[in-house]
């Protein structure tokens, strides 16, 4: 499977408690990108890299929340302290920079987080 | 402000009818429209991706057209299957951003048998 795989699909747990996301992109991707997604929404956008720098984060993105990109290959999401209102679905898409203006984002599944 | 709304929000024909989706955008400056279908639970997947020179584009049942005069697009589907049963999204991208694209909240489309 060469698209973007999300791990893990879906993730349950209790408010206070810390999570993390993983992506791993497509291969040859240099950017990656994180969306979040609520229900009946278009997806938010979080922050993005390109290779290992972190380039962008919206306000959206609260102290609580941290992502890596360590060798510009996979990238981690983190929350810290989770509360009711993290739970959404969270994407994470990838992109190679020199296709032109276009730059198309490929979606992986995505990792549907419930907090209780 | 950096805007895109699409209409309907929701929208149920028979398998076999054609329908139209609608995007209205404020965006400036304007780089690409895009339009992705997002099936329950899953990413979204690119349908169509139109530059400003570009009015329409076409991806097997589904056709695209933009004007970038009235900054309206839309979403044409002919002979629906029920497989085309997805969230529909438009997306604007903005001109010398390397990431911001504004994104519509969908249409809803549901293919009844």
């Known amino acids: 499977d060469t698209g973007v795989s999300q791990d893990p699909r879906h993730k349950i747990t209790k408010r206070g408690q810390n999570v993390t996301f993983r992506c791993d992109p497509i291969?040859?991707?240099?950017?990656l990108y994180w969306y979040r997604q609520t229900l009946g929404q278009g997806p938010e956008f979080l922050t993005y890299f390109q290779n290992e720098a972190q380039l962008e984060k919206s306000r959206l993105l609260s102290d609580r929340f941290s992502a890596e990109r360590p060798k510009g290959s996979f990238s981690t999401l983190e929350i810290q302290r989770t509360e009711q209102g993290d739970s959404a679905m969270y994407l994470c898409?990838?992109?190679?920079?020199?296709?032109?203006?276009?730059?198309?984002?490929?979606f992986g599944a995505g990792t549907r987080l419930s907090v209780l | 402000k950096n805007q895109v709304e699409q209409s309907p929000q929701s929208l149920i024909i028979l398998e076999g009818k054609n329908c139209t989706l609608q995007c209205n955008y404020t965006v400036s400056p304007f780089s690409n429209l895009r339009w992705y279908k997002q099936d329950t639970g899953r990413g979204p997947v690119s349908l169509t991706i139109m530059t400003f020179s570009e009015n329409t584009k076409s991806n097997g049942r589904y056709t695209a057209t933009l004007d970038a005069d009235t900054k309206q697009s839309s979403l044409h589907i002919t002979a629906s299957q029920l497989s085309d049963s997805a969230s529909y999204i438009c997306?604007?991208?903005?001109?010398?951003?390397?990431?911001?694209?504004?994104w519509g909240a969908g249409t809803k489309l549901i293919i009844k048998p």
């Open positions: 898409a990838s992109s190679l920079l020199g296709q032109g203006a276009k730059n198309i984002q490929y």
């Open positions: 997306v604007v991208s903005v001109m010398d951003s390397n990431y911001q694209l504004i």
């Open positions: 291969s040859e991707h240099n950017r």
